[in-house]
């Protein structure tokens, strides 16, 4: 292996002109799986959604901006998770949409007492599926996906997983999973923040009822842009959120007297929408469109296979492992590379060495692989950086993990 | 009275020099009170963050992201809600705000049996007030805020209340009315949306201890931009939002297995910080500091004046009628002009006469004051337009407001 290998897929990517569409770094950048660079064209956009549309149109422009949950909601779910028309909205968070999302699984199934989630999930999603565990005083039981059939029962209200495990980097087997909860009468709420944009989603051909995700990791729509959230047109009638949103109203401009939710997924809206974080994901999305999903997903598993092998040959004798999981079709887009320093080395890599990953403890450097912003030479180049710091125990220079973080 | 009379009040405007802080309008604006208009210094600001912080810095702008939410919180209510710092925080948006305080208020007085909110309140409040009750079976008692008195014991929960009514501009006793209800062991939410920015409100010397309110209305932070939650320091170590939030986590980043809150205000975030929006309200928070809250109150009641005697004196031999209140030290910053077309005047005084107002069902015309971006010589204007209209029944060239909106 070499760096002309890297130069040779590079020049055969079919998506490598892509890279043109996104500002510049200065960096080797391995954590768009945490924040997504910035498209050229999101410049523009945003400037004329300020300057034009709020700055002149003023409040005339709601007539187009109130459109925009839905409208940019449709084509996220086309171009990025496989859902048709009316089953996607642009609103909130991440967090937000979960509790949404949960909090209305667990209202339609009033009489069980259990709540699934995976005790290694990110956070985010532990934290709210608690927080309504706690409310409504029901029993927390933990699986992860692959094992959600060993503790699913008739007892269970809602299970919630992520689709993408943000240590890990597994795949869940979505359809698999959603079936089997299915059978027992419960719906699961799917965390896609690692998943969309990466990974070729397919949410209406695998059954998945309700899901949600960020839209600033490979997205790209910036930090802290809304999340979305996807409601599967069949259970759309009998959920409500129980976050009574007046943008969520069916008649909204009649200030009505009581909540008569919106039909179709526009119920699914709490407050004014976040028109520039609105902008900036169409414009993100608009790139993806015209990448289509299916090469993203291509290049996605190719830079995972061309990062372990040069993990593998270059990087093992230095103490460092890949996985598991190891297979790119098992993997979403970015790789797990533990080390015993892998908190040190990440500081080395950032400060000496212009290289960006993100560190997640205990003892993984987590290798993100933006399929439309990362080349194979920066796989290469980035590898290359971190064996040198680690023969030359560049880590010794740094302190250790503060203890928050180990 | 003629326009010299404005022409003059403009002259001797302490804050006339704002409004070139401005971007300007092809129309007389009276709807600050809806959008607020777009200061000058938000493009630079925000095309800073977007272009270096985003752009350039990547993920390596969220060590100073991070601090953004509180930051800017502590900013905010020192110049505008009489806040001291600690106790205001930037995060999502007005409904999802209204739902975590009054989930909290509610949950503090488990065995209480009845919501107080107002039933001619804005939907947002009502809806969110409602859906909390219905979830907790909680029986509604409406009445205005001047009202609490009749209807508060020591069976009510929690109360929600706007501190200006978004249809007459009246502004409520925010500090009496705190205190009747705390005199029963009640909390009060506040909605100041309609006041943030226009009236000098003083948090902390009313004692006030749940309040939020949006940012783009008289605080100019653009559309859809996020909200901001003050809660007392008083009651901050006794409530938890019942949306178990990972940025509101004691130890964020030990991803540790359970929630435990943040100390002070920081646990009312929820997910990650819409970092646009922050920083849109920061910039424009920035303009009133400079103003000044009592200097911007000022105008505001010398606006309001101003707008009523020239409706008295000009519009209400039309047909036309302001109030009540009239008493500018009693409204917010907006006047309520009553008139049997009103719908189909504000859509001739938009399409022929580029003025714009707001339309409020039945019959009110609502004029915004916006004290920093409204000149004495727009209400002489505005209304001339509008009394020319009116003699011209010009309301006979529209179609009768929609059935939705009457």
Chains 1, 2 share one sequence.
């Not at 449709?74 to 089953?87: C, E, H, K, P, S």
């Not at 009489?111 to 005790?119: C, F, K, N, Q």
């Not at 593998?312 to 790119?328: M, N």
């Not at 990362?374 to 993990?401: I, K, M, N, Q």
């Amino acid at each position: 292996m070499d760096r002309a290998a890297a130069a040779r897929l590079d020049a055969a990517d079919p998506l490598a002109a892509f890279r043109d569409e996104f500002v510049p770094t200065d960096a080797i950048y391995f954590d768009g799986n945490s924040l997504g660079r910035l498209p050229r064209r999101t410049i523009a956009r945003l400037g004329a959604a300020v300057e034009q549309e709020w700055g002149r149109g003023l409040v005339r422009s709601w007539a187009e901006w109130v459109e925009l949950p839905e409208r940019v909601g449709d084509r996220l779910g086309r171009v990025a998770l496989g859902a048709a028309a009316g089953q996607v909205v642009i609103a909130d968070s991440t967090t937000v949409n979960l509790y949404k999302l949960f909090g209305a699984a667990l209202e339609a199934q009033p009489g069980r007492t259990v709540i699934v989630y995976d005790a290694d999930d990110f956070p985010t999603d532990r934290f709210v599926a608690m927080g309504l565990g706690h409310a409504r005083r029901l029993e927390a039981r933990t699986a992860t996906p692959a094992e959600l059939e060993n503790v699913i029962g008739a007892d269970v209200a809602a299970v919630m997983f992520s689709a993408v495990d943000y240590r890990t980097g597994e795949v869940a087997d979505i359809a698999s999973v959603t079936a089997t909860a299915r059978a027992a009468g419960v719906l699961v709420v799917w965390d896609l923040s690692h998943a969309a944009g990466a990974v070729d989603v397919h949410l209406d051909e695998w059954g998945v009822d309700l899901a949600t995700g960020c839209t600033y990791k490979y997205l790209n729509a910036g930090p802290g842009a809304p999340a979305w959230a996807y409601v599967r047109r069949d259970v759309q009638g009998a959920l409500v959120p129980p976050i009574w949103g007046w943008f969520g109203q069916q008649d909204q401009f009649a200030m009505g007297p009581r909540f008569e939710p919106a039909g179709g997924v526009r119920r699914w809206l709490s407050g004014t929408p976040p028109v520039l974080g609105l902008v900036a994901i169409d414009a993100a999305v608009s790139l993806l469109e015209e990448a289509g999903i299916q090469r993203v997903r291509a290049k996605g598993m190719a830079l995972t296979r061309f990062a372990i092998d040069v993990a593998d040959d270059r990087l093992s004798p230095l103490g460092f492992s890949v996985g598991p999981p190891r297979d790119p079709a098992r993997l979403g887009s970015h790789v797990a590379l533990h080390h015993p320093e892998a908190y040190r080395l990440s500081r080395a890599l950032i400060e000496e060495a212009a290289t960006v990953p993100d560190f997640r403890p205990p003892d993984v450097l987590r290798i993100g692989l933006s399929p439309l912003t990362t080349s194979y030479a920066d796989v290469w180049d980035g590898f290359e950086r971190l064996r040198v710091l680690a023969a030359g125990r560049a880590w010794e220079r740094y302190d250790p993990a503060p203890a928050r973080v180990t």
